[in-house]
């Protein structure tokens, strides 16, 4: 066992590439690289925020924490003994409960389908009134059909199916994004109850930084694939360090915006991951580039804040 005592799961210089192109023949002649060395620890019943911009790897970082992608590179530790007991322990809810919930199944299907999939043989309806009602949907509406509830609620469904197997940890990939601000804010209410009386680890991903600072113990901001920025919250995007977190947060408006107002908009594109840099990734944007910049640039810091930039580090 190589995780921590007080961490669920570490990862250690994680890669995770596609193929993308193929010749004639199916070969693959590039690759998107969509994750380049990742090192993190999950901590026990904290809530990370995962920040970025669109394609900077946050949903990759989520399908592999699932199961569903396999790094190309780098090592994954659990503290779960076998692939069973993770896939009990870790459960995701995505952005959009439209199209993650399977419109021919009545709710109670959809809740307990987890528990199938673990090839588990309890009373399915009980469990399903169990969790239906700790996310706030009544046990009578368990046979309706996901069409029949709004946007919030069909979210709520997608908690509860999250909750079904008695997790530890929840991936959350834009949880609200797909909804409507008033729904938004009652459904983060929802998940730091739950989180309060489960003793859920959130690991949250959004590109609205009003969503993480709301929610988040720590954040990790993330860069072509990179951490650039990893620390407490409340440091990282109030003091923030890396010359990227600094700008992704100038884009973001001040105090007292509506949540859905506060979205990043980065300056440009981000640049192609076919073919990596050599140097800091964030070379070719960075308004503080100076000598040095050209090499490598690696993770490093205090426990409270981590900074992949070696202006930082002299
Ligand atoms: N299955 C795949 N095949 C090829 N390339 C992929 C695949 N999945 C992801 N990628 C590439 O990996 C990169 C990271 O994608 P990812 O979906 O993880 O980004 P993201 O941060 O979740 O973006 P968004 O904010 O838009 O959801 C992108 O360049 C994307 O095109
Ligand atoms: S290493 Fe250089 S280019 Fe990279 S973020 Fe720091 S100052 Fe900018
Ligand atoms: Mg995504």
């Not at 596609?18 to 010749?23: H, R």
């Not at 993190?40 to 790897?57: A, D, K, P, Y």
């Not at 809810?93 to 959809?110: E, G």
């Not at 690991?203 to 990893?230: C, F, K, T």
Request: aromatic letters at 6%.
């Amino acid at each position: 066992m190589t995780v921590s005592q007080d961490s669920l799961l570490a990862l250690r210089d994680v890669r995770v590439k596609f193929p993308v192109k193929t010749d004639w023949l199916g070969r693959p002649r590039g690759y998107a690289h969509a994750l380049n060395g990742i090192d993190l620890q999950v901590r026990r019943g904290e809530t990370l925020g995962i920040v970025g911009e669109s394609g900077c790897g946050k949903s990759t970082l989520a399908q592999l924490l699932m199961g569903l992608v396999k790094p190309s590179d780098g090592e994954v530790d659990w503290v779960y003994e076998s692939a069973r007991e993770r896939h009990r322990h870790v459960q995701i809810v995505f952005q959009d409960p439209q199209s993650s919930l399977d419109p021919r199944l009545p709710i109670w299907k959809i809740i307990t389908e987890p528990l199938f999939a673990l090839g588990d043989k309890g009373e399915m309806r009980t469990i399903a009134a169990k969790v239906a009602a700790q996310v706030g949907i009544r046990a009578e509406y368990l046979d309706r059909y996901p069409h029949q509830f709004s946007g919030g609620q069909r979210q709520r469904i997608a908690i509860a199916r999250a909750l079904a197997s008695n997790p530890s940890i929840l991936v959350l990939d834009e949880p609200t994004s797909a909804l409507d601000i008033s729904v938004q804010a009652q459904i983060l209410n929802l998940l730091a109850e739950l989180q309060n009386r489960l003793g859920l680890t959130y690991i949250l991903i959004s590109h609205n930084v009003s969503v993480v600072r709301h929610m988040a113990d720590r954040v990790a901001v993330m860069y072509l694939g990179q951490i650039v920025e990893l620390g407490c919250a409340e440091q990282v995007l109030e003091q923030p360090k890396h010359p990227y977190t600094q700008l992704l947060l100038e884009a973001v408006p001040k105090l007292g915006v509506a949540l859905d107002d506060a979205y990043v908009s980065a300056p440009t594109e981000l640049p192609g991951n076919r073919v990596l840099p050599d140097g800091c990734f964030f070379l070719d944007r960075c308004p503080r580039r100076t000598k040095g910049c050209e090499r490598p640039q690696r993770l490093t810091g205090g426990m409270s804040q981590q900074v992949r930039c070696h202006l930082e580090h002299p």
